[in-house]
């Protein structure tokens, strides 16, 4: 009998694969997926597709011991390249505002899709999106991992519990070192900000945590240092988000995001959140959790003082052998393990019913990221507004005027950003 397989396609092949996808698909190659629902699952990775096909050469000579041979596709046309080649499910790891094309084309050719966050810049992106996978009776899911650390995962059971009752506030805080938009992201960082790229994580932890509806988003920001103090790339942004919950009471949160923090940092990325509710409170810091240490002439630079060993981490096990896991790469291996109940899990008759099942888990499904991606939307129209500007924008959320509405400070037409319901 021939072994189940789902072939794996990679667009993009840059950090974030090195990180999380690169041990997750050396992994599969090595174990296998197996669940007793779909038995022994192969899971190849048969395709890259990027740009330049740089650093898919390198990974074609590096991980040739740990990696089955794959075909690496680069130009203009990479993507069609790969989906030609067969693939059944395909990871979209490129810049948040090259998502969209690569992953219609996706989904278009009848190919499960996982994509990094933000999904998309826009919900007539989204709707898109969401239509093709419907049409096509896909899976189309975004990789939101920071939703299985492991404090995320107790908070949001404590709410669900209702032992932490009704919240009223919540502070979020992320910064990353210079090196990160300086280095490894100067090559499309131009016109970007940290607000879309790192607070749609806390946006989703928010709005899937604790439910309701988002009724209001203001933002702000920084320039100077990545680009010019004018221009339209962002250092620093201050994200305020309002929701509205089903007893009228509201909550404020406020996300503040950097990528332009010190080299010499003690931690690779610095997290926290603070969470108010009627019986309680919830803190949480991703260093203050972990551990410190220090190595002569290596901390806080190529080793830092501070690591987080949750998220991904090398490890030398008990028993002698090297392993990388961590919550980064249990969100991988969570995407295909659905794609393979939906497809391996049972006869193809009752397919429908596991591909409804998989689709209803909100945590990543991206017909369940409309208010996330609305969220996104209103931010970069605001910090385009304030580029222009027009500084001080609002955007209120299921508007009388539409779903999405941007009021300008001084003028009395507001901007129609989505007409629809979000």
Request: proline fraction near 4%; hydrophobic fraction near 35%.
């Amino acid at each position: 009998m021939t072994q189940p397989q789902l072939r794996a396609g990679m667009v993009g092949v840059g950090m974030i694969f090195d990180e999380t996808y690169r041990p997750f698909f050396e992994e599969v190659h090595r174990e296998g997926l197996y669940d007793r629902r779909h038995g022994d699952v192969a899971v190849p990775l048969v395709a890259m597709a990027s740009r330049t096909g740089t650093r898919a050469a390198r990974y074609q000579s590096e991980l040739k011991e740990k990696l089955a041979p794959f075909t690496n596709f680069s130009g203009t046309d990479a993507v069609d390249q790969m989906l030609s080649h067969g693939v059944d499910f395909a990871c979209v790891a490129t810049p948040d505002n090259r998502h969209f094309e690569a992953a219609k084309k996706v989904l278009s050719t009848g190919t499960h899709l996982l994509i990094e966050k933000p999904s998309v810049l826009s919900l007539s992106e989204l709707d898109e999106l969401v239509a093709i996978a419907a049409e096509k009776q896909l899976l189309a899911k975004v990789v939101y991992h920071k939703l299985l650390d492991p404090d995320h995962k107790k908070l949001r059971t404590l709410v669900h519990d209702d032992v932490l009752q009704h919240v009223n506030t919540g502070y979020c805080s992320l910064l990353e070192p210079k090196s990160i938009s300086g280095g490894q992201f100067a090559e499309w960082i131009v016109g970007r900000n940290p607000g879309t790229y790192v607070a749609v994580h806390y946006i989703k932890l928010i709005d899937f945590t604790f439910g309701g509806k988002l009724k209001t988003v203001m933002a702000t920001g920084q320039r100077g240092l990545v680009g010019t103090k004018d221009g339209p790339t962002w250092d620093t942004n201050q994200l305020r988000m309002i929701y509205e919950y089903a007893d009228g009471r509201e909550a404020a949160f406020d996300i503040h995001t950097s990528w332009v923090t010190p080299d010499n940092f003690p931690g690779y990325v610095e997290q926290e959140v603070q969470f108010r509710f009627d019986n309680g409170v919830w803190n949480g810091h991703s260093r203050k959790r972990g551990v410190e240490c220090t190595v002569e002439e290596r901390t806080p630079f190529t080793l830092k003082t501070t690591m987080n060993n949750h998220y991904n981490g090398t490890f030398m096990e008990p028993w002698g052998v090297r392993s990388q896991r961590g919550y980064g790469i249990e969100v991988l291996e969570r995407f295909v393990r659905e794609v393979a109940y939906v497809e391996y899990a049972g006869e193809k008759s009752d397919r429908g019913q596991r591909l409804s099942e998989m689709q209803s888990l909100g945590y990543n499904d991206l017909a369940a990221d409309r208010q996330t991606v609305a969220a996104v939307q209103a931010l970069e129209a605001i910090l385009e507004r304030h580029v222009a500007g027009e500084p001080d924008c609002v955007v209120r959320v299921n508007d009388p005027r539409g779903g999405l509405v941007l009021y300008r400070p001084g003028q009395a037409e507001p901007i129609v950003l989505y007409a629809g319901t979000v």
